[in-house]
RNA sequence: UCCUCGAUAGCUCAACGGCAGAGCGGGCGGCUGUUAACCGCUAGGUUCCCGGUUCGAAUCCAGGUCGAGGAGCCA
């Protein structure tokens, strides 16, 4: 079957003037008269229907009258410029076929619904105006990464979902094993035997990549990860999930600045290109959700991103401590109402904070030549928060294997890691980047259950 | 794990110690072009669970379950 698609419609209108088309799609509303009634039809190409009259001089027009919300139709009809009605054009119906019905059960109704309510059926979700322009958003997204990568040329690096290393210790891991569970084979001291397991040790999903994208990008120079990521926290937040999925360049002969660069460049490239595939659904975000998203998202692609090192953020902070419920001082770690202090209130837009502390951060960031800081970057963003984590990694193997010990990590572990340093290694750097913060930025969704389409957090994994 | 808030019709909510209601959705009818159409009629309830206080509890109290928001962890 020769089907015409809404979003060409709209591309295109035109061109399909007076022209007899077939559009296949669900009904959004069914409003009927005695002789006219109308259909507003989606396909999933585009955010807007598609308005389909039809008469009763169909031979079936009660049948398609009667259809409730959600049915499937095909139908064949003639298409028509409307520049004087509400909507742009039409399809004047000169055959509906009742592809598949709907029934008045169907719980997604003419009428707004709360976010939490269909978290609950995130089988018919998708099918709402704001689940459906967040997940056909979240899919140009992922294609924009993928484009902006691959035109730097860099190398997307597959790393392995299931690990053996714990990585930099980023949080609780998920187990990975054929076990039984009930009754695990024991060592002579009692505990499970993974020895027995599948892979002979203990395995576990992933908290990160970051670790083997330095194997490839002291390989390829410049590579990239995009993949799943797994979290056993116990968080419950609106911007945390179990499962999520993360951003993870990693680039050679770099330092912290160049990689400061990398990823304003990418986030910059990433929102244009979102701006321009989708402006349906970033106007329906705009109106519904958000009035100052798109004039927000233009000043970001417009504008530089502000930096500060975390000893400035301190002093500033320091100035106005009293509104905190944290203290501040030079050591502590910044808490949220510091940062969203200072990228919403101070700076007004994203936001480096680079140079921490180094207890503060993992053993692999590169020490700076003051002895207490590290070479690290967070990029903070209004209303969502933390959106990018990295730094310039160490690569010097004798530092490295200094920071290991003092992290109290076990040097034999990482003997692959430091041989990356032993054999060619060069300063490097790279940042990970949550994919659904990205999201929720874009469309200003709050919450990190509504950008995922089936979300996974601590107590809850429907479907 | 800690703190706060919440749970009433299919959905969104009201009633806050005295007959459990509205809007939307559903059903039936009406309407020659609607735009989350409109108009009329109508059906629809274990007020999350379990105890307690009270003449009387959706409402107050204790415990529990589930959910949401925040903190921490971080992306």
């Avoid at 209108?13 to 259909?39: L, M, N, Y």
């Avoid at 290109?273 to 692609?301: G, T």
């Amino acid at each position: 079957m020769k089907r015409t698609e809404i979003k060409d419609l709209f591309l295109f209108p035109s061109q399909f003037d007076s022209q007899e088309i077939t559009v296949c799609g669900w009904a959004k509303s069914i409003r009927d008269h005695k002789t006219t009634a109308f259909i507003h039809l989606t396909d999933g190409s585009c955010h807007s229907p598609l308005q389909v009259v039809f008469t009763s001089e169909l031979q079936n027009y009660a049948d398609v009258a009667s259809q409730n919300v959600g049915a499937a139709f095909i139908v064949k009809g003639t298409f028509k410029l409307t520049p004087d009605a509400k909507q742009p054009f039409e399809v004047e119906a000169s055959e509906i076929t009742i592809e598949g019905s709907s029934s008045p059960d169907y719980p997604l109704q003419k009428k707004h619904h709360s976010l939490e309510f269909l978290r609950t059926i995130p089988h018919l979700r998708t099918r709402t105006n704001t689940l459906s322009a967040t997940f056909r958003v979240r899919s140009v997204t992922a294609y924009a990464i993928h484009k902006f990568f691959n035109e730097h040329g860099f190398v997307y690096a597959h790393t392995p979902i299931i690990t053996t290393s714990d990585c930099e210790g980023a949080g609780e891991m998920f187990r990975v094993t054929t076990l039984d569970p009930v009754k695990p084979p024991l060592t002579e001291s009692g505990d499970p035997d993974y020895s027995k397991d599948f892979f002979g040790k203990p395995t576990s999903l992933t908290v990160s990549g970051q670790l083997e994208a330095e194997v490839m990008a002291l390989t390829f120079g410049k590579v990239y990860t995009f993949g799943p990521t797994f979290r056993a926290e116990q968080s419950f937040t609106a911007r945390h999930a179990s499962e999520f999925w993360m951003i993870e360049p990693e680039i050679a002969f770099a330092e912290l600045q160049d990689d400061m660069d990398l990823a304003r460049d990418m986030i910059k490239f990433v929102l244009q290109y979102v701006m321009e595939q989708c402006p349906q659904e970033m106007a329906f975000f705009n109106d519904m959700y958000d009035k100052e998203l798109i004039q927000r998202i233009n000043s970001v692609i417009e504008s530089d991103f502000a930096k500060v090192t975390y000893t400035e953020a301190i002093e500033i902070l320091e100035k106005v401590k009293d509104k905190f419920q944290y203290p501040v001082f030079w050591g502590a770690d910044l808490q949220t109402e510091h940062e969203r202090y200072l990228t919403e209130q101070v700076f007004k837009k994203p936001l480096f904070v680079i140079n921490y502390p180094k207890e503060l951060k993992a053993f692999y960031m590169r020490l700076n030549d003051d002895g207490k800081t590290v070479a690290a970057m967070d990029l903070l963003v209004p209303a969502v928060g933390e959106i990018i984590g990295g730094s310039q990694r160490e690569e010097r193997a004798d530092v490295l294997e200094q920071r290991i010990r003092e992290c109290g990590l076990n040097v034999e572990d990482y003997e692959w890691y430091l041989d990356l340093r032993r054999f060619g290694g060069t300063h490097h750097a790279g940042f990970g980047l949550g994919f659904e913060r990205l999201i929720m930025y874009m469309t200003s969704m709050a919450n990190i259950r509504d950008v995922i389409p089936f979300p996974r957090t601590p107590n809850n994994a429907l479907l």
